[in-house]
């Protein structure tokens, strides 16, 4: 099993930053890859950005290409956020996938149903 806890969520000013962490503990060395998700209140979880573990690919959503960096540091992954906008106000999840079918089934299709494992969410609030 895999257990998954975000951190890092807050208040932060409209164009201001944020460094979300997932940290990954348990049998790590079953995660294929990993997708940071948001879900705004009276809105579908979307995912936003995603990353496989032993290749570095990495994959944005359009609305946070070049704001948004998602990263791998053992067994974090980051999701660093700038130039934040109110949009981008939500509750973040992690969650984390064991094979290669599953994870590129689970973009292509956007399946939340294919991941494996997920984290309890950390609160992102944008405003001015």
């Known amino acids: 099993q895999v257990q998954l806890v975000e951190s890092g969520g807050g208040w932060v000013k409209t164009g201001g930053s944020l460094k979300l962490s997932c940290a990954a503990s348990?049998?790590?060395?079953?995660?294929?890859?990993t997708t940071w998700f948001r879900q705004a209140p009276g809105k579908e979880r979307e995912w936003v950005a995603a990353i496989i573990w032993s290749l570095g690919n990495i994959w944005y959503t359009d609305s946070v290409r070049g704001r948004f960096t998602i990263s791998r540091d053992n067994n974090t992954v980051y999701l660093e956020m700038n130039a934040l906008k109110p949009e981008d106000t939500a509750i973040y999840y992690c969650a984390a996938e064991e094979t290669f079918s599953g994870f590129t089934s689970a973009l292509r299709n956007n399946n939340l149903d294919e991941y494996d494992y997920w984290g309890q969410g950390t609160q992102v609030t944008v405003s001015s």
């Open positions: 348990g049998r790590t060395s079953r995660i294929y890859g």
